[in-house]
């Protein structure tokens, strides 16, 4: 199966009055890498949403990962999340749990050996610049770490489908180059990789990409978003 990701006519309402999310239609294959753009309250984050089974559309159809979103008993979500890694926003690092232990818990949760969790653990830390910071717990981490521990926790267990919301957005930009050099190189490995950013420099990072853009909770395809724009023609 090619497509890991379908969403046909996907409608999403908070409540009574207009959707936020309209007529929604797409695909993720396997391996692909996305960018999702739109102004401010424009619907990126309700879309992802929809994508880490947060929500659950309001009409049309959410294919996740060949099951049918809609029908899926609740007892089966728990194994659809685990193949999903999340980056969000505002970080949902978990305030009684040493930096450590946040980043550790999706392989815990997996069952993996404390042996091998350890060595990750270290690896990862060190990559992200956080081994110093390990033992501390998030509310004694600035922004910028809180957010790299946040991708830590994210990409930790390789997820198939990876999804960051605004990741780079407290980070400086070496940070936030590296950070991308890792998006692409988990891509590489065959993950499929979905990143919502204002921040068209981003984009233009990773030329592979594909960009999507919401507008007043509409989907549409904006790779030309990322091509230099033409001269004005002079006459
Ligand atoms: N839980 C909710 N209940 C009601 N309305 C909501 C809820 N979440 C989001 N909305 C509304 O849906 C619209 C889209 O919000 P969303 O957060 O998806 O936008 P966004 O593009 O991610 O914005 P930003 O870039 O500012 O994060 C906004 O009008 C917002 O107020």
Known sequence: MANIVQFENVGLRYGPGPETLTDISFTLERGAFHFITGTSGAGKTSLLRLLYLANRPTRGIVRMFDEDVASLPRSRMPLLRRRIGVVFQDFRLLPHLSTYDNVAL???????????????????????GLSARAGVKPATLSGGEQQRAGIARAVIAQPDLLIADEPTGNVDPDMAKRLMHLFESLNRLGKTVVVATHDHHLMNRVPQAKIMEIDQGRLTNRDDLRRPRARPVRV
């Open 106 to 128: 999706p392989l815990r949760i997996a069952g993996i050996a404390e042996r091998e969790v350890d060595e990750r653990l270290r690896e990862m830390l060190d990559w992200v």
